[in-house]
């Protein structure tokens, strides 16, 4: 999974991870929760989705300084086996539907 804005509010459920506000896809914006200027970098263990608002607020600072609670960790997504494994089970499921036509159309 790349990491960007896009993948990132995917993975916090276009959700703000400090006040569950669901602004919409496009308005959720990345919150670095150890700020870059204080030697935060952009990775999926130091960035949340956050609304504009909070954003805003938390502005410069980690959330222990802005007196602000983060509602999850944030992690790095371990969807892409899971995809993988889904479209191997897709596959093979065409593969006996596309069997089972044979038979029938023989
Ligand atoms: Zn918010």
Not at 5 to 31: F, M, S, V, W
Not at 68 to 83: A, G
Request: charged content about 25%.
């Amino acid at each position: 999974m790349t990491f960007s804005r896009r993948n990132l509010a995917k993975r916090d459920h276009h959700t703000c991870q400090y006040c569950g506000a669901q602004p919409g896809a496009e308005a959720i914006t990345i919150d670095h929760v150890v700020p870059r200027s204080q030697g935060g970098v952009s990775s999926w263990t130091n960035c949340v989705a956050s609304c504009v608002r909070c954003n805003a607020k938390k502005a410069d600072r980690t959330p222990e300084q802005a007196g602000m609670r983060l509602r999850r960790c944030p992690v790095r997504p371990e969807w892409k086996p899971l995809y993988a494994a889904h479209g191997v089970r897709v596959e093979s499921w065409a593969r006996f539907l596309s069997h089972e036509l044979a038979l029938l159309l023989a």
